[in-house]
């Protein structure tokens, strides 16, 4: 199978180095004493990613398993939940809070925009009686990062538990977990760290772990409980066998972010580039403001259609672009510049070929469309 350039806004490209971490001999990670430190310094490097003193859990299940794991060990019958959303994976996260018997309360703000700090002051001015809320860091959909800098602060002034969807902003938008007041904070393997699907991990509050330790109801559910994790290391016990190969992966990615140093930088860059360059050659961006640093999202121009500008990317270029799903299906298309995407070449060829395809295709550009990324990254 001829593997394509993978541009997609995660999985991303897994490079040599984290692909032979995976690849190391393993030993029995539930009684291995080694296994216990090497999770528990792992968990460490995330502490320095996420900068944050709270504890940090890696769990064998993707992304989503963060999003359910947290309402599931968090929400209790008829408690009430404030989804705030801007966006696909924003609203999509109330459904895990009412799965688990929340009632959950919308704050619904303009999909192109990021949450409008102030439509949220207003909101809670009347109505801040939530024992938590969920949002979204970066919205990968439609390429919006939202100011969680502002948003977790306020929602901590009225004592409401703050749980954020992280998955595509971590290593690629600045975090500052312990600063911010982050209850929980997740990710996933495959966005910027740029390991293999199939992990997530996350942050947890003394806050957070109060609430499960209080609860009137058990949590229900065995994956998604995160209280059976309370004391693993004390007790050297995980409560399933740990995917240690991909473990392996994860903490080789992590080690390298940190080693870079300047990860949020580079996205910055990179993608500030990416969207001047589209918006010169006369393309429309979905977003109208709170540009992610991760992801771009442009709208299809009407000379083509999504599976055409996919098929001839794939077939012709041995490129791989996204489009969107739910209300963005085929009205975008989706870049993914993060990780091990967030490298100039990648993105100059992958820009190459999109010009060459919306050319082919009728599309009237305003100039080159890669020879403008040239221009603008300087
Ligand atoms: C990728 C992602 C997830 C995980 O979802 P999948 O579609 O299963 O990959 C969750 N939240 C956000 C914001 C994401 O970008």
Redesign the pocket.
């Known amino acids: 199978m001829q593997k394509p350039l993978l541009m997609t806004?995660?999985p991303t490209f897994i490079n040599e180095e984290v692909r032979s971490a995976l690849a190391q001999p393993i030993t029995n990670p539930d009684l291995d004493p080694n296994f216990f430190e090497f999770y528990k310094s792992t968990c460490e490097q995330f502490q320095k990613l996420l900068r944050t003193q709270n504890d940090i859990l890696i769990l064998s299940g993707?992304?989503?398993l963060?999003?359910e794991a947290a309402c599931a060990s968090l929400v209790e019958p008829g408690d009430r939940v404030l989804c705030i959303d801007n966006g696909i994976?924003g609203k999509g996260f109330g459904d895990f809070a009412k799965m688990y018997g929340a009632e959950v309360v919308y704050l619904s703000t303009d999909y192109r925009n990021a949450i409008d700090i102030k439509a949220l002051e207003d909101f809670l001015a009347k109505d801040n009686s939530f024992k938590m809320a969920t949002l979204?860091?970066?919205?990968?959909?439609s390429g919006i990062t939202n100011g969680i800098d502002k948003i977790c602060p306020l929602l901590k002034d009225y004592g409401i538990l703050t749980v954020v969807?992280?998955?595509?902003?971590i290593a690629g938008e600045k975090l500052e977990v312990d600063e911010w007041q982050i209850d929980i904070a997740l990710g996933?393997s495959?966005?910027c760290l740029s390991a293999p699907?199939g992990l997530t991990f996350m942050s947890i509050s003394e806050g957070a772990w109060s609430i499960m330790t209080e609860r009137k109801s058990p949590i229900v559910g065995y994956y998604v409980n995160l209280y059976l994790w309370k004391n693993w290391y004390q007790n050297k016990w995980f409560p399933y066998t740990q995917p240690i190969s991909d473990i392996f992966a994860l903490n080789k990615a992590v080690e390298i972010v940190l080693r870079e140093g300047n990860f949020v930088d580079k996205h910055f860059k990179i993608a500030a580039a990416v969207r001047k360059s589209f918006q010169a050659a006369g393309l429309e961006l979905y977003a109208k403001g709170g540009y992610s640093n991760t992801v771009t999202t442009v709208l299809m121009p009407q000379e083509i259609t999504f599976a055409q500008l996919f098929d001839e990317m794939l077939i012709t270029h041995h490129i791989m672009i996204a489009g969107a799903f739910d209300v963005l299906k085929d009205k975008v298309f989706r870049i993914g510049h993060m990780g091990e995407n967030c490298k100039e070449e990648k993105v100059y060829i992958t820009l190459k070929a999109l010009n060459e395809v919306l050319c082919r295709n009728g599309v009237k550009l305003k100039g080159e469309i890669h020879e403008l990324f040239v221009r603008f990254y300087k």
């Open positions: 806004p995660g993707e992304g989503i963060g999003l994976f979204v860091h970066c919205e990968t959909p969807d992280s998955v595509s902003g996933g495959q966005k699907p």
